[in-house]
């Protein structure tokens, strides 16, 4: 069965990086998009960005042009998201999405990794 | 920029039918995709394209979409269906690809 499986949570201090992982299983992996989406505490879901495993090709969202980088790593299938200089608005919920096939809407999703930005 | 515009909330007694729009300027030349969150769990997509629906959801799900408003239509609804609800749209604008409305919490009464 599809599966996305997200690394665990992580506390950061302000102007810090934070590497979160989405390791997918299940099908095959270079046919699907992965994204990253984002949930602040009590508010709506935010898009970040979009990394496709054919090629390599990525695109963020103009909010996180500079300070978020979208990798992979084939041979695990995983996907990695790296944010930067972070603050204390970027505490939230990340999710890694899939989309793909005939809807292109986001039909599997991770478990979310929440990240605490604390001084 | 594109913006999905969605009422913060709605209410519906067991058994009834709850509406859920999704604003946006001509919406209906886009396919909108609709997903549930219920506390403490990621998103779960329950339709697709405007009006289908995943294998294993309930057929009182449903949706439809035209000119300035699509909706989230479900049916017979039951206590297992309070959550919040999302529109989203794929809008290759300069700002982002991807739109998802601010969200609507579905309680039921």
């Known amino acids: 069965q599809v599966q996305l499986v997200q690394s665990g949570a992580e506390v950061k201090k302000p102007g810090a990086s934070v590497k979160v992982s989405c390791m997918a299983s299940?099908?095959?992996?270079?046919?699907?998009?992965i994204h990253w989406v984002r949930q602040a505490p009590g508010q709506g879901l935010e898009w970040m960005g979009i990394?496709?495993?054919?090629?390599?090709?990525?695109d963020y969202a103009q909010k996180f042009q500079g300070r978020v980088t979208l990798t992979r790593d084939t041979s695990t299938r995983t996907v990695y998201m790296e944010l930067s200089s972070l603050r204390s608005e970027d505490t939230a919920l990340y999710y890694c999405a899939r989309s793909g096939g005939n809807s292109n809407a986001f039909d599997y999703w991770g478990q979310g990794t929440l990240v605490t930005v604390s001084s | 920029s594109f913006v999905l515009t969605q009422p913060p909330s709605v209410s519906v007694a067991p058994g009834q039918t709850a509406r859920i729009s999704c604003g946006g300027d001509n919406i209906g030349s886009k396919s909108v995709h609709w997903y549930q969150q219920k506390p403490g769990q990621a998103p779960v997509l329950v339709v697709y394209g405007d009006t289908d629906r995943p294998s294993g959801l309930p057929e009182r799900f449903s949706g439809s979409n035209s000119e300035n408003t699509a909706t989230l239509i479900i049916t017979r609804v039951e206590d297992g269906d309070e959550a919040d609800y999302y529109c989203q749209v794929w809008d290759v604008s300069a700002d982002q690809d991807v739109l998802f409305g601010g969200g609507t919490k579905l309680t039921v009464l």
């Open positions: 299940g099908y095959t992996f270079i046919s699907y998009y």
């Open positions: 990394f496709n495993p054919n090629g390599d090709d990525t």
